[in-house]
């Protein structure tokens, strides 16, 4: 006991000693720190991170903690310090005079990648259900200064589908599309059990126009649109029933959009039309619609100035021509509109006509091909790629003349492509003796059709049935003076076909060729802006929705053209989709007395007043309650030529 107080009594000694020797010394001089190229004069004996903190650099660290000893074991600390040739744990390094410290550069970036991918590489990935979720410092700091792509990449198979290959449950639907539906037989699966591997071979392009079907086909995460990653999910869209105009199959699609932006197309199953299958083309272009659209206008302006160069100019020259995307609405208001005007000069881009049926996708029936041969998923016979085929067919040389001749259902299907080469005019006339004869055999119905195109635009059958005429010859042989292109971009018609004082108008919704040629521009509504028909290549007339509004000034087309036919002035009588719909509950003597229809037609009138008073606003600016046009007294006038409604007739039926 003794020797233990003695021992007691020195330590207590020793600490006065030291405390009374620590009062009396001179305080430390500082030394001089550089961080990050800036001189900081700093007390020896405190760590580079410490170091770092005075100055506000924040240096990343998951082991270090102001009340706890140092243990340097995380390394997210790192930094770089001139002459070292390694990064050093800024928690475990004293600063030393003259030091030159760097917590920034690309070094430091690439080893606290590193450090954080060693760290994240055996962690769960629970942060969805993980209490620490939201105040985790992994979290916080992996997205701060970890790595934004991994090593390992899955498979490549093009720039429309995105593989995530862990997710794959081998069902190898994706294998039977391919292989059955798309022609495709590169996708296909490798090794057996727990082995088995999707994908195509030696990393090659999913080659067909049909690729993205098996991101719907896929029943799990492993095929995905590539465009469409991490754009939303699901439930956070709505989704508008429409119909494709990319080709003239006329493809039913639904439309999934969110707060007024269109974000990706999905099939809608018919099987009469395009069973539940799309083309690339229609489910990955709608990223087009966002760019080098039209979107100013001077409507009032530009309203009367293309209404008077209409109404001056002589009926036989003007014209209009109609590209292939266009609605049939739009198609009729515009041949109303120069049918007023006594004009009749009204065409197509595509040159080939066709008023036929086309019914007959898959059926039990012997074919045979003429032109370049293809791979296709059924077998056919192919007969040769040149007119002489044809020749060979209508003399019975051909082996297969004999069962086509007596055949009793016997079809043509043509491409539309075919007539618009230079002996277009010869072929078709071989086409029709061909049918002619199959006709006349006795076997074959005597009305039935056998000739059918297969068209390459959505809106040319629709405009076709509605009166214009196919192509555009007629008018480069006349000095056209006034030409109306209504979504005409193909450039078939230019300005060394027409008069050198020709004035022309395009209306359309992108600036494209017919935009760049155009005196007057009217921006339009593209078809997911706009509720429309359109008849596909077989004759069927399909219904289309809006999904989202035209952007900037852009309108309706019908509404344009009716509303240039009101300053010129001459009375379309066109009835916009609601008065049809509000009609449609009242239409016999029992649904006159309904009043389940009575209710529905008032809610339908309730949206139409709605929607008039949002145009009515519209045509208003912000300054006085002025009208764009001027005074107050021709907002009437102003309102039905900027928002093309009948203000006055609508009021009175309100």
């Not at 930094?79 to 070292?84: H, I, R, T």
């Not at 005196?519 to 997911?528: Q, R, S």
């Not at 229809?597 to 008032?602: E, G, H, P, T, V």
Request: hydrophobic share 40%; net charge neutral; charged share 25%.
């Amino acid at each position: 006991m003794h020797r233990i107080g003695s021992v007691v009594h020195l330590v207590s000694r020793g600490k006065a000693v030291f405390r009374r020797a620590r009062s009396t010394a001179t305080p430390p001089e500082k030394i001089e720190v550089f961080i990050d190229d800036r001189k900081i004069l700093v007390d020896p004996g405190l760590t580079i991170l410490q170091a770092c903190a005075l100055v506000g650099v924040d240096i990343p660290r998951f082991c270090y903690h102001d009340r706890l000893s140092i243990a340097g074991n995380c390394r997210m600390c790192l930094v770089e310090v001139e002459k070292s040739m390694k990064p050093v744990a800024s928690c475990a390094m004293p600063v030393m005079n003259g030091m030159k410290v760097k917590t920034n550069s690309d070094f430091v970036k690439k080893a606290r990648e590193g450090i954080m991918e060693f760290l994240l590489f055996n962690h769960p990935l629970d942060c969805p259900i993980c209490d620490q979720g939201g105040e985790c410092d992994l979290q916080d700091q992996s997205v701060a200064f970890g790595c934004d792509r991994g090593r390992l990449h899955y498979k490549n198979i093009g720039p429309l589908v995105k593989t995530v290959m862990t997710r794959c449950i081998h069902c190898t639907r994706c294998v039977r599309f391919a292989n059955e539906v798309a022609a495709f037989p590169d996708l296909g699966s490798t090794g057996r059990g727990v082995d088995l591997e999707i994908g195509t071979y030696v990393e090659k392009f999913f080659a067909s126009e049909l690729s993205g079907n098996i991101i719907d086909l896929c029943p799990v995460g492993a095929l995905t649109s590539r465009p469409y990653s991490f754009t939303a999910r699901p439930w956070e869209t709505r989704k508008t029933e429409s119909v494709d105009i990319m080709d003239a199959i006329g493809s039913n699609i639904v439309l999934s959009h969110r707060t007024g932006e269109l974000l990706r197309v999905v099939p809608k199953m018919n099987d009469d039309v395009n069973e539940e299958w799309i083309s690339d083309k229609t489910r990955f272009a709608i990223d087009g619609l966002k760019i080098q659209r039209l979107l100013q206008a001077s409507w009032e302006e530009a309203l009367f100035i293309t209404a008077k160069k209409l109404r001056d100019t002589p009926a036989d020259l003007r014209a209009a021509v109609v590209g292939g995307l266009c609605d049939v609405e739009s198609m009729v208001a515009l041949k109303d509109l120069f049918n007023r005007f006594n004009s009749e000069n009204l065409c197509t881009e595509e040159d080939f006509p066709a008023t036929s049926d086309l019914s007959y996708l898959y059926t039990d029936i012997e074919l045979a091909v003429i032109g370049g041969q293809s791979d296709l998923t059924y077998d056919y016979e192919y007969l040769g790629n040149n007119a002489k085929t044809l020749d060979d067919l209508l003399l019975g040389k051909s082996p297969f003349a004999k069962k086509f001749l007596s055949a009793k259902y016997p079809m043509i299907i043509l491409g539309s492509a075919v007539m618009q080469g230079g002996n277009g005019a010869g072929l078709l006339a071989k086409v029709q003796q061909l049918a002619e004869k199959a006709r006349s055999n006795g076997q074959c119905d005597k009305l039935r059709s056998v000739v059918n195109v297969l068209h390459q635009w959505a809106g040319q059958v629709g405009a076709l049935d509605v009166g214009y005429q196919a192509g555009t010859a007629a008018i480069r042989k006349k000095p056209i003076k006034f030409l109306y292109l209504l979504g005409a971009d193909e450039g078939k018609v230019t300005r060394q076909n027409l008069d050198p004082s020709a004035f022309i108008v395009y209306q359309g919704h992108h600036g494209d060729n017919g935009a760049e040629m155009a005196d007057v521009v009217l921006p339009g509504a593209a078809y997911t802006e706009k509720e429309g028909t359109y008849v596909n290549t077989e004759g069927r007339a399909q219904r289309s929705l809006p999904a989202v509004s035209p952007p900037g000034d852009a309108r309706v087309d019908w509404k344009i053209v009716r509303a240039i036919s009101e300053a010129g002035p001459v009375d379309l009588n066109v009835t916009p989709a609601q008065h049809v719909l509000a009609d449609f509950y009242i239409t016999n003597v029992i649904s006159r007395h309904s009043p389940t229809m009575a209710q529905a037609k008032k809610a339908a009138l309730r949206d139409m007043v709605t929607l008039k008073f949002l145009d009515f606003f519209f045509a208003f600016s912000k300054k006085k309650g002025k009208s764009v046009c001027g005074e107050p007294e021709a907002s009437y006038a102003c309102v039905t030529q900027l928002d093309f409604f009948f203000v006055q007739s609508d009021i009175v039926e309100c």
